[in-house]
């Protein structure tokens, strides 16, 4: 064992984070209230993640070892209070260390370990990158200052442009607030993923973090208020959007609006239907891929 990786185990030794036998990777079972009727979405490969903050558990994703990046990011919906958490970048130790405890932590100080650097992603990889870290589950879809703290993970972040994740993109993230605080009555259960390039991956640094071509996310609010605007008849019980995260994409999917800011021209977000985005995660992956039980149809 490397002299790194030995500091980085007595540190979590240290902290109490060191314990074997409790993985929250591998296994959705500790964190099934995060989807509708306890059924996480269907179709996609990768490691289940039960993202443990604290000692609990914050949400829920479907991670990608060789991508290293989420596939999605599962939660529940609550609306914020207070201001932005500072951003303390976490890591997964049971990535890294079988037998770590389930608990996300800061990244401790000084050279980071190798064995984290080749489990996950890492600050670095997006240093003097044009990608920013995008969050699937994004801090301003909660309440509580640990769930918020807790979404600043790299097993919850994607590379995306700036043009979509200050644009459109967060926008929309806005839109899914208003929306749902105004009408959801009850629990508001949200999936946020990505769609990779059809052809060829696009890399970070290397072949050290995939890149997607396009972000999806859907909601499941299967208790809503029926008066709704005649806007949003068609949002509820469930919507869902497709965002761009190249420009140079084709249009097939999301098309550009010319008249676009420049900085956000062509990361443009196409707002549409459970089963059409499911139409096109059918295309793109190719295999049937569902996102909620019974397409969130309310029933028992």
């Given at each position: 064992?490397?002299?790194?990786?030995?500091?980085?185990?007595?540190?979590?030794?240290?902290?109490?984070?060191?314990?074997p036998?409790?993985?929250?990777?591998?296994?959705?079972?500790?964190?099934?209230?995060?989807?509708?009727?306890?059924?996480?979405?269907?179709?996609?490969?990768?490691?289940?993640?039960?993202?443990?903050?604290?000692?609990?558990?914050?949400?829920?994703?479907?991670?990608?070892?060789?991508?290293?990046?989420?596939?999605?990011?599962?939660?529940?919906?609550?609306?914020?209070?207070?201001?932005?958490?500072?951003?303390?970048?976490?890591?997964?130790?049971?990535?890294?260390?079988?037998g770590?405890?389930?608990?996300?932590?800061?990244?401790?100080?000084?050279?980071l370990?190798?064995?984290v650097?080749?489990?996950?992603?890492?600050?670095?990889?997006?240093?003097?990158?044009?990608?920013?870290?995008?969050?699937?589950?994004?801090?301003?879809?909660?309440?509580?200052?640990?769930?918020?703290?807790?979404?600043?993970?790299?097993?919850?972040?994607?590379?995306q442009?700036?043009?979509?994740?200050?644009?459109?993109?967060?926008?929309?993230?806005q839109?899914?607030?208003?929306?749902?605080?105004?009408?959801?009555?009850?629990?508001?259960?949200?999936?946020?993923?990505?769609?990779?390039?059809?052809?060829?991956e696009?890399?970070?640094?290397?072949?050290?973090?995939?890149?997607?071509?396009?972000?999806?996310?859907?909601?499941?609010?299967?208790?809503?208020?029926t008066?709704?605007?005649?806007?949003?008849?068609?949002?509820?019980?469930?919507y869902?959007?497709?965002?761009?995260?190249?420009?140079?994409?084709?249009?097939?999917?999301?098309?550009?609006?010319p008249?676009?800011?420049?900085?956000?021209?062509?990361?443009?977000?196409?707002?549409?239907?459970?089963?059409?985005?499911e139409?096109?995660?059918?295309?793109?992956?190719?295999?049937?891929?569902?996102?909620?039980?019974?397409?969130?149809?309310?029933?028992?």
């Amino acid at each position: 064992m490397s002299r790194c990786c030995t500091l980085v185990v007595f540190f979590l030794i240290f902290i109490g984070l060191w314990c074997p036998g409790k993985a929250d990777v591998g296994d959705f079972t500790p964190c099934l209230h995060f989807f509708y009727k306890s059924w996480p979405p269907k179709g996609l490969i990768g490691s289940p993640i039960c993202q443990r903050y604290f000692n609990q558990y914050r949400f829920a994703s479907l991670y990608s070892r060789p991508r290293r990046s989420p596939w999605f990011s599962a939660y529940i919906y609550s609306a914020p209070e207070g201001k932005r958490p500072r951003a303390s970048w976490k890591f997964e130790p049971q990535l890294t260390y079988s037998g770590a405890d389930g608990n996300m932590i800061p990244f401790p100080p000084g050279p980071l370990d190798q064995n984290v650097v080749e489990s996950q992603a890492v600050g670095p990889d997006y240093n003097n990158s044009t990608y920013s870290r995008g969050h699937l589950n994004p801090s301003l879809h909660h309440q509580k200052h640990e769930d918020r703290s807790a979404t600043f993970t790299f097993t919850n972040v994607v590379p995306q442009k700036s043009g979509s994740n200050e644009g459109p993109w967060e926008i929309l993230e806005q839109t899914i607030n208003r929306t749902l605080d105004a009408f959801c009555l009850g629990e508001a259960y949200i999936v946020t993923g990505v769609m990779p390039y059809q052809d060829e991956e696009h890399w970070l640094k290397n072949h050290r973090v995939a890149v997607p071509e396009y972000l999806w996310s859907a909601y499941c609010c299967p208790n809503y208020n029926t008066s709704l605007p005649i806007e949003l008849e068609d949002t509820f019980p469930t919507y869902a959007a497709v965002g761009r995260n190249d420009r140079n994409s084709s249009e097939d999917i999301v098309p550009i609006n010319p008249s676009a800011q420049k900085q956000f021209r062509g990361y443009d977000v196409r707002k549409m239907s459970l089963e059409t985005l499911e139409v096109y995660l059918r295309e793109r992956f190719k295999t049937i891929i569902s996102v909620f039980y019974d397409q969130c149809s309310g029933s028992n």
